[in-house]
């Protein structure tokens, strides 16, 4: 099952991964490999990129950085072969991207000359980016029937699905809300009347894409080998006011 109906799609520039992606799932479909497991190997793969953002070793912090955002497709390919989609696995998702996040970011502070409130408001930016991709983006798929795993309110613990434990559901939709609660309300205050649109032009969520987390990961990559390690922050900083923008362009539309 894709993620949206074909009619519906639009061109996903942070969604370069998903050719690999499918090409990772469909060679362990027939395996025990699991979706979380999956999962387990970006972590793995983020994880490696830090490690080597802290040493300045940049292009392979830009390869790990690319593997890490194919791996988080694939595991969500793999559900949907395998027809397993879980809570679970869509909430440790979420929670090991923000965690990642934080932790790139901390290792950029690290290496340049940014002071930590800077890096803080980077982080704070990134995070609103992706909330109002991801809240466009669910907005569609819950409109035309494609994967609705994500749903567009998450105010209330989801029913354990078949295959996965109401105890791991609850315990990850906790973390999950510590961690985008606040983002989630946000973004919602500043577009309250998205989820009754009925008009989200498949150019607007091209644009709207830049904000998904693999073209955060690959603007960070190219600006990491071009010699631009200070300028990410600020960068993010300054790209985070195009949510204003974007949202008032849905508005007026």
């Given at each position: 099952m894709s993620k949206l109906p074909k009619e519906h799609k639009f061109i996903d520039l942070s969604d370069y991964g998903r050719i690999p992606a499918k090409i990772i799932a469909n060679s362990i479909k027939n395996t025990s490999v699991s979706p979380i497991q999956v999962t387990v190997s970006f972590i793995i793969s983020g994880i490696i990129a830090i490690v080597c953002i802290f040493n300045n070793q940049f292009w392979l912090a830009g390869f790990f950085l690319i593997l890490k955002s194919v791996l988080d497709a694939a595991d969500g390919e793999l559900a949907r072969i395998k027809k397993t989609p879980s809570y679970t696995g869509r909430y440790f998702d979420s929670v090991s991207d923000i965690i990642l996040n934080i932790f790139i970011f901390l290792a950029l502070w690290h290496i340049t000359d940014s002071n930590i409130l800077t890096t803080i408001l980077a982080v704070f930016g990134i995070q609103l980016q992706g909330t109002l991709y991801n809240y466009y983006y669910t907005i569609l798929r819950n409109k035309h029937n494609g994967d609705t795993t994500s749903r567009v309110f998450e105010n209330e613990v989801p029913m354990a699905l078949p295959g996965e434990k109401q105890k791991h559901v609850n315990i990850l939709f906790g973390l999950y809300?510590?961690?985008?609660?606040?983002?989630?309300?946000?973004?919602?205050?500043?577009?309250?009347?998205?989820?009754?649109s009925k008009n989200f032009p498949n150019w607007l969520m091209t644009l709207v894409s830049t904000f998904g987390l693999?073209?955060?990961?690959?603007?960070?990559?190219?600006?990491?080998?071009?010699?631009?390690k200070d300028d990410i922050i600020p960068f993010f900083i300054f790209y985070s006011l195009l949510i204003f923008v974007f949202i008032g362009i849905r508005k007026i539309l």
């Amino acid at each position: 099952m894709s993620k949206l109906p074909k009619e519906h799609k639009f061109i996903d520039l942070s969604d370069y991964g998903r050719i690999p992606a499918k090409i990772i799932a469909n060679s362990i479909k027939n395996t025990s490999v699991s979706p979380i497991q999956v999962t387990v190997s970006f972590i793995i793969s983020g994880i490696i990129a830090i490690v080597c953002i802290f040493n300045n070793q940049f292009w392979l912090a830009g390869f790990f950085l690319i593997l890490k955002s194919v791996l988080d497709a694939a595991d969500g390919e793999l559900a949907r072969i395998k027809k397993t989609p879980s809570y679970t696995g869509r909430y440790f998702d979420s929670v090991s991207d923000i965690i990642l996040n934080i932790f790139i970011f901390l290792a950029l502070w690290h290496i340049t000359d940014s002071n930590i409130l800077t890096t803080i408001l980077a982080v704070f930016g990134i995070q609103l980016q992706g909330t109002l991709y991801n809240y466009y983006y669910t907005i569609l798929r819950n409109k035309h029937n494609g994967d609705t795993t994500s749903r567009v309110f998450e105010n209330e613990v989801p029913m354990a699905l078949p295959g996965e434990k109401q105890k791991h559901v609850n315990i990850l939709f906790g973390l999950y809300k510590i961690l985008y609660g606040g983002f989630d309300k946000i973004i919602y205050r500043l577009d309250r009347s998205a989820a009754k649109s009925k008009n989200f032009p498949n150019w607007l969520m091209t644009l709207v894409s830049t904000f998904g987390l693999g073209f955060q990961l690959l603007v960070i990559s190219i600006m990491l080998v071009s010699g631009l390690k200070d300028d990410i922050i600020p960068f993010f900083i300054f790209y985070s006011l195009l949510i204003f923008v974007f949202i008032g362009i849905r508005k007026i539309l």
